[in-house]
């Protein structure tokens, strides 16, 4: 678990496998493989693998290390064209 995270900017993630869950100030969200998801500068997030497999998913701030990264829609190809940092968590 990684959790009770708060960053002063921007953050997307994309999951690549595995079912996690994603909890952003309370409110929780089981996004699918390839799906995006944003969350917002300031806000208090937790990650959970909540499946019986090794999980990993992609994640990029807004004006940190990848310069430009858009949040309009075009979250997928600014991954495709953006340096990469994968998240993993095992089963709890």
Do not use: C, Q
Request: glycine fraction near 14%; proline fraction near 7%; avoid cysteine.
């Amino acid at each position: 678990m990684w959790a009770d995270f708060v960053h002063d900017t921007d953050e997307i993630v994309m999951v690549v496998a595995g079912d996690v869950e994603f909890e952003i100030e309370g409110k929780t969200h089981r996004p699918e493989p390839g799906e995006e998801l944003l969350i917002p500068a300031g806000a208090s997030h937790t990650v959970r693998n909540v499946g019986n497999t090794e999980s990993r998913w992609l994640y990029g701030y807004r004006g940190g290390w990848a310069p430009g990264f858009a949040l309009n829609g075009a979250g997928a190809e600014a991954f495709r064209n953006a340096p990469r940092r994968i998240g993993r968590a095992t089963p709890e």
